[in-house]
């Protein structure tokens, strides 16, 4: 058992899913790295591909790197599946969790997850203008990978309402949190990749993300305090932890802002089960809307999502789907291929810096409430409170990020033609592609199984589900696409050029 | 420093080591009755300022919502027991 009134800054580096998101994520990453020297040690992961029409299902699946050719489909897939369980129940197993339920969860979500990625990249659901003529067809969906993420989000939904005893059973697989934050540490090799195209917009894109930070702590948090206390008049403390969950970033803020003001655990549980629905309704909605209204926008698009849409997992998932309905509609509109990842990128930056500050914000308002609110005698506020609370899979994202721009600023001294560079994207490209949309994938199926909408009716929710609703679509959504303007507006994601 | 772990078990809040269990409905009242504790056990002599660390066991918090948030909080307490004339001394 953890020690728990001996707890150090390394405390939890084995045992959190925090900290294995980081070791997860650099484990693949050093993998990718060492093409600098010669060998693609990452090509093996398997790589769906669009099909149907005059293109045949064997050509669905493939080894995302050339090296690995010869491994074929089935081969890519079973070798992907073995490096990824064995690292996962590793994980598992160091987390003490149940590992055979996990493995046997695990299993299941990953082939379920993998059938539902090939299967939606059939050319009528994924194909566009651009590359329809090539299957055989006259028209498609048009919707990219975006139909996978869709399809996997409402199978894992199917699964957790109404199949519940088997949802209930790979809910020890289903880690949406542990998945997206993985997903999120490749992301980090992807923005380095990206910087080693366009440094100065990936450099605008983080400083202008810093600016949400603003936003959410001081606009929204306030504006739904307000809402919560003087039109819903919810108690204090409901209030204080409400309003962190819908306007910072959704269970990790709710839990941290219930810890600061000393809430009882039942207002954590209540308020994180209103969010994790929210998040998925969010989830659903917004891009297709924000695709419908913002072509013109897509960063301001990317980064208000960020702003909006509540937990990690929810937002990265939201900013992907965004991706690539707003990619796939442009190529339609005027045949533009704008390059992948860079509304996604905006919408989580945007969500890194609010996630990062979580921690002190939580401080403060655990000074204000035990010194001014609840003035309890005698009693302090640590200052460990800020590290414990710190997402640790943020060091993940920037030590990748940072390692390919040192390599290209340091090593390669800014030349984005140098055969070092040539040879980290190598390494990088099945990490930062195939890999973090996998985890991405796992994430959508995740979230589904472990949404169960009917808790929306059988929890005493009462007022809070009306403050929720008042305050994300009637000021967080409206102030986020606002701020998102300022800040972003004239922005453009980069074409394709080759 | 005297160590407590911290649990909250749907209706009280409670604090525990080896020597010492508490219950209360609220924090200010399991305050009272650690110091109370304190003073029955002897841990605690008059004129003395003790530093009580409780650590708030993430068990409590159903598994589902721990992988958002692996830590709940910690609380540090100062316990005084002044002398008759209202001295203390800080151990």
Known sequence: MEDLTHRKWYSGMTTSEDWWAVWLGLAFFFLGLLSIFGPDLVGWVAKPAKWGGTVALSHGLKPAGKAYKSLGPWGSLFVTYAFFTVATCIGAFAMKWNVKKYFIGWTFIFFLTYAIWVFFHHAFFAANITNRAKFGLDWSLSLGGGASFIAALAIGLIIGNFFKGFANFLSEAAKPEWFIKTAIVYLGVKVGYMAMKAAGFVFHLAVAGAAATIVAYLIFWPGTYMIARKIFKLPRKTSAVLSSGISICGVSAAVATAGAVRAKPIITVMVSALIVVYAVIELVILPPIFTATMMNQPIVAGASLGMAVKTDGADAAAGAVLDELMRNRKADMDGTQWEEGWITTSAVMTKIWIDMFIGVWAFVLALVWVYRIDRKPGEEVPFSEIWHRFPKFVLGYFFTWFAYLFILMVIAGGDAHAPIVAAAKVGAKPVEGVMRKLFFMLTFTSIGIITDFKKLAEARFGRMIFVYFVALFIFIVPVALIVGYIFHHGMMVPIVTS | ?91
């Not at chain 2, 749907?10 to 508490?22: F, H, L, S, T, Y």
């Not at chain 2, 305050?31 to 409590?60: H, W, Y």
């Open chain 2, 1 to 91: 420093m005297i160590e407590f772990t911290l649990i909250h078990d749907g209706k009280d809040w409670i604090a525990e080591n080896p020597q010492i269990r508490v219950a209360a409905s609220t924090l200010e009242e399991l305050d009272r009755c650690i110091k109370a504790s304190l003073i029955r056990e002897g841990a605690i002599q008059p004129g003395e300022v003790k530093k009580v660390f409780m650590a708030f066991d993430n068990a409590t918090i159903p598994q589902w919502i721990r992988q958002y948030a692996p830590h709940y909080f910690n609380r540090v307490l100062k316990v005084t027991l002044a002398l008759p004339d209202g001295t203390i001394t800080e151990t």
